[in-house]
């Protein structure tokens, strides 16, 4: 095919949005395996579920079977201020690279949150709207998804209430007043304001904090105030479905021109854009239709598909939230504290943990260095300052990329890249001045994570 008559980004119009969310689970012939409550070792119900989270997106978290889901007018409004995201032919990074290759990136970065977050931010702070809620509580890290739930909820008049790890919220001041400027009540976890903040401060005093323990205190506000639910944006299935958005207008693209990837690489924190990413494209291959090679890329010093085990295990360190079957570290598993790419939970979703045990995806892993040298040569040529997590598939994509040129062989990649590296310049820093370290975990340190996953 002609790759010269592709424009060097592809967007689609505005009415080529589309207008359902696809749910891969209904194509998947092995299920995920259901949500546990922890007390009963039974499959959650509906009723567990529903003084944590919205109802419609309990429905949406249960349903295996429907195929296309329709996306509400509302949501699909909001998506037209920064969608259809472009598709990028990466023509300049060919040319530094010399490869016969042709590079795609769909780029999820053109809005305030800097990430694709925002696609399923929007629809959960939708439904919680519809079901005359009065807000939302949520945790937050570094401080992407807090970002893109504070615009959503900013957007339908829902509080928001973020409990943001103590040592981001005190060392990373700047997200923490995008979400305050979007009206988002920020808290720095622990807490004092809930019993298990309380409990955490007084045993460990001085503490500055873990996701785990926002988590926990995220889900006790929730469930303790009238009119709220919490929300959380990854790893659940209805984030997956609701990212689909980025690989329904990815496949729109490709067939629009022509396009047909051999390989598709996404970064895996906890797999909600590359289960996005890849949704349409797996379905294919599900229904026997087409075949592609699809590629999650994780940080070495966080292996979860690569080093953990597909068992169940609790999906916080706090042990309050549901036991999903996932590939996981152990719930107690903390990276190393100079590990600086993000990508930094222990398990993950347990559809693309099914996907791969099923041998319908691979994964790799690779070290933070290489990840920034992949990122700052993808920054000098084609002009995007790309987040650290989105620069684990650039670096994938790249060595996919080296392979062709000694073969020869004219393979097309498309990646995910998922948002921008601005407020990463610590860890820039860090790569810019030569002291980042790569760190993997011994057998050792992965045996103690391990050690305590629940024998069931
Ligand atoms: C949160 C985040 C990720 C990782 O999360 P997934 O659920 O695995 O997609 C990747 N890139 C960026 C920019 C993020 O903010």
Not at 22 to 47: C, H, I, S
Not at 123 to 139: I, N, P, R
Not at 340 to 357: C, E, I, K, N, W
Not at 414 to 420: D, E
Request: hydrophobic letters at 35%; aromatic letters at 10%.
């Amino acid at each position: 095919m002609n790759f010269e008559n592709i424009p060097y980004k592809i967007y689609l119009d505005e009415n080529e949005i589309p207008n359902t969310w696809y749910n891969v689970r209904a194509d998947m012939k092995n299920k995920p395996a259901p949500l546990l409550n922890p007390g009963t070792l039974k499959p959650l119900t509906f009723e567990e579920m529903q003084p944590i989270f919205c109802d419609e997106l309990i429905r949406q978290e249960l349903d295996n079977d429907t195929a296309q889901i329709p996306i509400p007018e509302e949501v699909q409004n909001f998506y037209r201020m920064y969608r259809p995201s472009p598709l990028v032919h990466a023509v300049f990074l060919e040319k530094a690279l010399d490869t016969p290759a042709h590079i795609f990136y769909k780029f999820e970065g053109n809005n305030t949150s800097g990430s694709h977050k925002l696609n399923s931010a929007i629809a959960q702070a939708y439904y919680a709207k519809a079901q005359g809620l009065k807000g939302v509580t949520t945790e937050t890290g570094a401080g992407q998804w807090g970002t893109a739930l504070s615009m959503a909820c900013s957007y339908f008049g829902l509080d928001c209430k973020v409990y943001m790890v103590k040592v981001s919220y005190e060392q990373k001041p700047f997200r923490r007043e995008v979400m305050r400027t979007y009206g988002a009540n920020v808290t720095p976890s622990p807490s004092m304001d809930t019993a298990i903040g309380r409990k955490i401060n007084e045993e460990f005093p001085g503490t500055t904090g873990s996701l785990g323990c926002a988590i926990s205190e995220a889900v006790e506000a929730a469930v303790s105030t009238p009119g709220y639910r919490y929300e959380l944006g990854s790893v659940l299935n209805q984030v997956l479905l609701h990212q689909s958005i980025i690989g329904m207008e990815t496949k729109t693209a490709c067939d629009k021109y022509g396009i047909k990837p051999d390989i598709i690489i996404g970064c895996a924190g906890g797999g909600s854009n590359l289960g996005g990413l890849i949704s349409p494209f797996m379905g294919e291959k599900l229904r026997g239709e087409a075949d592609y090679r699809i590629i999650a890329v994780e940080p070495a010093s966080c292996p979860s598909f690569t080093r953990g085990k597909f068992v169940y295990d609790f999906a916080d360190t706090g042990k309050v939230c549901p036991m999903a079957k996932m590939y996981t570290l152990g719930h107690g598993f903390i990276p190393s504290a100079n590990h600086a790419g993000g990508l930094r939970y222990h398990g993950m979703s347990p559809v693309l943990s099914q996907l791969y045990a099923d041998g319908y995806m691979e994964a790799i892993s690779v070290e933070q260095t290489a990840v920034f040298e992949a990122a700052t040569q993808f920054a000098r040529v084609e002009g995007i300052l790309p987040a650290p997590e989105s620069s684990h598939a650039i670096r994938a994509a790249i060595n996919e990329a080296l392979k062709c040129k000694e073969t020869g062989e004219e393979k097309t990649i498309i990646f995910g890249l998922t948002g921008t590296g601005y407020f990463d310049l610590k860890a820039y820093e860090a790569y810019n001045n030569g002291t980042m370290v790569d760190y993997i975990p011994t057998d050792e340190d992965l045996a103690k994570g391990f050690a305590g996953i629940p024998n069931i």
